[in-house]
Structure formats: C-alpha cells, structure tokens
C-alpha cells in the first residue's frame, strides 16, 4: 500500500495548460480504471474533480482532464484561472478493496 | 443534497480510544460503501477503511490494521471507526466518504466528503 508519486508543486500562468502526474504500479494505477483526482482548498474538505481516469462529474469546469499512460495518470489544467491555486491528490483502486492516495500536488498559479 | 457529518474527534492519551461517528443524509446510505480517510495536519491524504454496503465485508490500510475497525448501522444511517491503542502518528482530521458507485463495489473511488473531526494523540 504504497502511496502514489505525485511531484510536491506544479504552477503556471493565468491562460496556460499545467499537467500534475500521478505514478504507481501495475497493481494499481496501470491495472484499473479506477482513477480519480481531487481537489482541496487550505482548510477545506476534498472535492472530486475527475473519476475512472476521466471522467467529470457534473459541474467541473471541462478545463480539467484526465487521462492515463501505463502506470502514469495525469491530470490537465488549461486555461488558468486564479481559482484553480489548489493543492491536487489522486487516488487509485489497489486490489483487494483497498484505495491508495497520491502524496498531493501544490499547484500553484503565477 | 449529500451530506456527511462527522463527530466523536477530540483530544486524546496516547493508548486511549475513542469512536467517530459520521451521519448520512440525502442519499439510499444503505446501498454504497462508505469509508474513513484521515489527514494528519499539514500533510496529505491516507485511506484508512472501507466497508460494504450491508456491512459484511471491511477492509483496511496496513497501518491501523488490528487496531481501527470499521462498522455501520443501516437503520441509523451512520457510519462509525473505532479507533483503539491511539498513537502520536494518528493525529489527524478522519473524514468519511462516501463510494462513488452502488452496490458490491467497495474501495474504488469516492466522490462526496463530510467535513471531517480532528483527533489530536497527546499527553
């Protein structure tokens, strides 16, 4: 039950498109489609942003995407706003009913 | 609309225990899994424990295993977490969530949160 790899900070420019990674193993991220990306404001509760690698659910702006390479998933900001200084954690199913976390990325808008 | 409502944190000996209580509303609670998911100050998220919509089946991360333990009252709408032995290293917010999907599917993913309780581990 390894946590997922995440880099600590990501940023860029109002307007621009960022792309926050998420890596495990076969045994989680490269082996199911039970990908999901949070986000959490300081202080605040987490709000899913993107679940099964992809997918929005209703009222997430379609700025943020979701894909998945083998053992990688990431998670696309584009066009910037202000809004979106947030730090990001994603998650993937593990096996035998267990759920693994991401370390979190900052990301942080220039 | 969905909410969760956690209860039952505070500040605590180490060895000592305490149970978290987290209720449900707005939604079929006896029909998802539902799981606890802490967050100790500064730092990021860790899954804790899901349990089956029925309550039959629980799982556990490594870390609390033998020591946390998971139930649920269906009748009540609540979600509970026992948590036994406490330790310095479990300070943390525990929020409950609840599973994405309905039915068998446990521990895959969860989309909405409760607003979390704060259990502090000190002397």
């Known amino acids: 039950q390894s946590a997922l790899t995440q880099p600590p900070s990501a940023s860029g420019s109002p307007g621009q498109s960022v792309t926050i990674s998420c890596t495990g193993t076969?045994?989680?991220?490269?082996?199911?489609?039970?990908v999901s990306w949070y986000q959490q404001y300081p202080g605040k509760v987490p709000k899913l942003m993107i679940y099964e690698v992809s997918k929005r659910p209703s009222g997430v702006p379609d700025r943020f995407s979701g894909s998945k390479s083998g053992n990688t998933a990431s998670l696309t900001v584009s066009g910037l706003q202000a809004e979106d200084e947030a730090d990001y954690y994603c998650?993937?199913?593990?096996?035998?009913?267990?759920?693994?976390f991401g370390g979190g990325t900052k990301l942080t808008v220039l | 609309q969905i909410q969760l409502v956690e209860s039952g944190g505070g500040v605590v000996q180490p060895g000592r225990s305490l149970r978290l209580s987290c209720a449900a509303s707005a939604f079929t609670f006896s029909s998802y899994a539902m799981h606890w998911v802490r967050q100790a100050p500064g730092k990021g998220l860790e899954w804790v424990a899901v349990?089956?919509?029925?309550?039959?089946?629980?799982y556990y991360a490594d870390s609390v295993k033998g020591r946390f333990t998971i139930s649920r009252d269906n009748s009540k709408n609540t979600l509970y977490l026992q948590v036994n032995s406490l330790r310095a290293e479990d300070t943390a917010v525990f929020y409950c969530?609840?599973?994405?999907?309905?039915?068998?599917?446990?521990?895959?993913?969860?989309?909405?949160w409760g607003q979390g309780t704060l259990v502090t581990v000190s002397s």
């Open positions: 998650s993937s199913y593990a096996g035998s009913n267990n759920l693994v």
């Open positions: 349990i089956s919509y029925d309550g039959s089946n629980k």
């Open positions: 076969s045994s989680d991220v490269g082996g199911t489609n039970y």
């Open positions: 969530a609840k599973e994405l999907e309905g039915g068998a599917v446990a521990g895959t993913q969860v989309d909405y």
